[in-house]
């Protein structure tokens, strides 16, 4: 990939489109190309985390205890994390059209899959297979806004197809919860994988780069450019000039404070949303004791509230950025109250009635979503030509949380038969993410290898 174009590189023209009102009005392809992220975000979200809205009748039908359960739902990660690498080798290689297209068409078979399964086996195996393929969808969101989007608007990008990640299951529990009790758990699998196959025909039939997109004129590609975007580097010409592969940038890239750090914050944040995307409906079905419609009602408040989140998160950091405070301030603020804020959930453990255990896990999950800006560092920092596979590395370390939380829940559930310390593991995993954002991350700055 490109480095991000210096305004001193831009033609007299292109700097005059930018900078001074043009007759020519900007065109807006790029949140065109946003909403196709936030809905493919989504999909993938809903993909992945089904199961745990399918578990407490599934486990029921096949006879899985809480501890198997727990290293069903971490497969998922085993092969996510082990593929990302791999996934942002072949993202830089071959682009993003053709990477997400592929992921999604192939995680949203594994989904559907899964529907026909009859034990434990074929279920981990498709877990696996589902991992595998979506490891490269957020390597790709990040590579698409660093495209698509002028640093001060990147924030604002991610935030807005992160809420893609809370937004469907906001939306839709309800609407899967009745489908279950209506038709079974299977139904759950086929409805959510025949809508990511749908969807990947339409990503492969809009989604443009920059200079190809119809839609795109000069005035916003200048705009694009002049504020550290690629898009002069989207160009069908630059096809073959892929980034060639060298392993030993892996350990370069990790002897920089700047990923190790959000690296281990990312981790912290994803520990929260591990348990929500996972256990969350077991909790309210075995420890709050709540039935299938209650279930389906109260989880939809947490994440409304982590959708709100995500949206507050990125718009005060870009508002920071243009109010002139540093990429620092601007960054790390919103990341750092946010995962202070999330450690709250362990006062679930405090209170008695429903209703107040939902507004603490709605008030940690809206801090949550405000955590989760750590892809905006990664097109910040990233080395030229490496956003790919410096966002595989983020997100190995970001979906280890994948692998060690669900485990580290259904050991301490299996153990105790309650989540008062699965809840108090997640409220101090919050609190060594924010630690590390304050003490190890330092500068936001652009990695030089």
Partial sequence: MAPPISPRSLS??????????????????RYRVLGLLAVGTMINYLDRTVLGIAAPQLTKELGISAALMGVIFSAFSWSY??????????????????????????????????????????????RLGLGVTESPCFPTNSRIVATWFPQTERA?????????????????????????????????????????????????????????????????????????????????????????????????????RQLTGICLGQFAGNSTLVFFLTWFPTYLATERHMGWLKIGFFAVMPFIAA??????????????????KSPNVARKLPIIAGLLLASTIVLANFVQSNTAVIAILSLAFFAQGMAALGWTLVSDIAPDGLLGLTGGIFNVAANLAGIITPLVIGLIVGATGSFVGALAFIGVIALIGAASYIFIVGDIKRIEL
């Fill in 156 to 256: 604002f990008a991610t935030g807005t197809y992160t809420v893609g990640e809370y937004i469907g299951l906001a939306f839709f529990s309800p609407l899967l919860f009745a489908l279950m009790g209506a038709f079974g758990w299977r139904s759950l699998f086929y409805v959510v994988g025949g809508v990511g196959i749908a969807f990947g025909l339409l990503w492969w039939r809009f989604y443009r780069e920059p200079r190809d997109h119809p839609a795109a004129n000069e005035a916003e590609l200048a705009y694009i450019e002049a504020g550290g975007g690629l898009a002069r580097h989207s160009t069908k010409e630059d096809a073959g000039h892929r980034a060639k592969v060298d392993w030993r940038n892996i350990g370069r890239l990790l002897k920089h």
């Fill in 81 to 126: 994390v082990v593929a990302q690498i791999p996934g942002g080798v072949f993202l830089d290689r071959f682009g993003s059209k053709l990477t997400y297209f592929l992921a999604m068409t192939l995680w949203s078979l594994c989904t559907l899959v899964q529907g026909l399964v009859t034990g434990v086996g074929a279920l981990v195996a498709c």
């Fill in 12 to 29: 007299p023209a292109q700097l005059q489109a930018a900078a001074q009102p043009s007759t020519v009005r900007r065109s807006r392809a």
């Fill in 307 to 324: 959708s709100i989140g995500v949206t507050f998160g990125g718009a005060f950091s870009d508002w920071l950025l243009r109010r002139g």
